[in-house]
Nanobody, 124 residues
Framework: VQLQASGGGLVQVGGSLRLSCAASSRTSSRSARAWFRQRPGKEREFVAAIRWYGYSTFYADSVKGRFTVSRDNPKNTIDLQMNSLKPEDTAVYYC??????????????????WGQGTQVTVSS
């Protein structure tokens, strides 16, 4: 599975951006897709995840209420709507796919394929 993330850019504090991630092939109902980010000098961290079927979504505490993950099954894409952006949201954002069923949505080790990353910069 190849993943292509897009939509990053430069935005002011309090602004919004929408990221999108397209996958090259379809995945099963057992799969999940997620967004992670890596801030300068920090390890990659979980942002949000969504099951490919069903209605379950998962968020890091730092983005709850501000970010929304969604999917479009026919288009084989997931989006990340980011509102009320803060300087600490500045990072490279990566999308990822997990092929198998698991209760752990938060660990990068659980994911099988990764996109190339898209830069989000929030200026103050």
């Amino acid at each position: 599975v190849q993943l292509q993330a897009s939509g990053g850019g430069l935005v002011q504090v309090g602004g919004s951006l929408r990221l999108s991630c397209a996958a090259s092939s379809r995945t099963s109902s057992r799969s999940a897709r997620a967004w992670f980010r890596q801030r300068p000098g920090k390890e990659r961290e979980f942002v949000a995840a969504i099951r490919w079927y069903g209605y379950s979504t998962f968020y890091a505490d730092s983005v709850k209420g501000r970010f929304t993950v969604s999917r479009d099954n026919p288009k084989n894409t997931i989006d990340l709507q980011m509102n009320s952006l803060k300087p600490e949201d500045t990072a490279v954002y990566y999308c990822a796919v997990r092929l198998n069923l698991s209760d752990n949505y938060y660990s990068a080790d659980e994911y099988d394929y990764w996109g190339q990353g898209t830069q989000v910069t929030v200026s103050s």
